[in-house]
């Protein structure tokens, strides 16, 4: 007899179980008063617990508790299977929806650190294959480097002067005298801009010398912007017959007959010559930068010659604009 038929009496002895319970309809407890229980049937039956009361499942454990509940029956339909097989696939099939939501935020934190390094490759390769960095030389990017740092050091100056300016504008008794100096100096600045006084300094003497084709005002008005932008204050253009033209913020250049220039009305014919005045060391770098006015003057079969004066002399004068409405303020 198999141990599945009998049930431990204490005495050493196995007993036969006592009858199921039937379940279903045919298992309905008898309705009569005086019916004996089936459980008191067997007097060695173990005694009744009390019905303890009933625990309310909290939310998150019933799926739990009922999926254990559905694999342990499983488990005895078998009449094979471990008791801890119904706690293991209890606890896994509970612990699924966790897993699913960490693996979908796992998948978005990928992507995310995907698209996160293409962009930075792909700008890293970039900035890597600029042709323009690539095919400078290393003599043009000192001179570029140096460029900049002239202009770091004049724009700083620049700010000292100015905080200075506005110290003596501030400090009470000396405002008015040094009010006065400042709109003299301003005035003076002014007027070497608008070309209505002389101005002398060190600065570059360029000259312009024609070879196959004739200097074209194009490639003189890029070495004026050229200049400009590396700091120049005053600027004149002289031609071959010695005519002098002050160059101001409002100069034009146009091409004139058999190689001459046209500037603001007057004909210069060659060779040109610019002398300006500012820091010679920054102009000559911004001249002499790859593709500016010596690479394009060189390949049209032309030279361009700059020479280093201590002493530059922008003398030509621009006549004033009359005005028509406008009247000073006295």
Do not use: C
Request: without cysteine.
């Amino acid at each position: 007899m198999s141990s599945e038929e009998h049930t431990e009496t204490g005495t050493g002895w196995p007993q036969p179980a006592g009858p199921g319970r039937p379940s279903g309809p045919a298992g309905e407890p008898d309705p009569r008063p005086d019916a004996p229980d089936p459980d008191e049937l067997s007097p060695l039956a173990p005694e009744r617990a009390e019905p303890a009361e009933p625990a309310v499942a909290e939310p998150d454990r019933f799926d739990e508790g009922a999926t254990v509940d559905l694999s342990r029956a499983a488990g005895e339909g078998s009449g094979g299977s471990s008791p801890e097989a119904p706690a293991a696939a209890g606890s896994s099939v509970g612990a699924g929806s966790p897993r699913r939501r960490v693996s979908s935020a796992g998948v978005m934190i990928a992507v995310l650190l995907a698209l996160l390094g293409f962009t930075l490759v792909v700008q890293l390769k970039t900035t890597s294959t600029d042709p323009t960095v690539a095919a400078t030389r290393q003599e043009d990017l000192v001179r570029i480097l140096y460029d900049l740092n002239s202009r770091e050091v004049r724009l700083r100056q620049d700010i000292a002067a100015l905080e200075e300016s506005q110290r003596q504008l501030r400090s009470g008794e000396q405002g008015r005298q040094a009010a006065l100096d400042e709109a003299s100096r301003r005035a003076d600045e002014l007027g070497i801009l608008a070309g209505t006084l002389p101005a002398t300094g060190p600065g570059l003497a360029v000259r312009f010398e024609a070879g196959e084709k004739p200097i074209s005002a194009s490639r003189v008005l890029d070495a004026v912007q050229e200049l400009r932008g590396a700091g120049a204050e005053a600027m004149q253009i002289s031609g071959g017959d010695r005519a002098t033209v002050r160059i101001i913020a409002s100069t034009y250049f146009l091409d004139g007959e058999s190689g001459s220039l046209v500037v603001d009305g007057r004909r210069l014919t060659g060779p040109f010559t610019i002398t300006v005045i500012g820091d010679p060391a920054t102009m000559r770098t911004a001249l002499n930068i790859p593709g500016g006015v010596v690479a394009s003057v060189t390949g049209d079969g032309g030279k361009l010659i700059v020479e280093d004066r201590e002493a530059a002399e922008v003398s030509a004068l621009h006549a004033p604009i009359k005005l028509e409405h406008a009247r000073p303020v006295s």
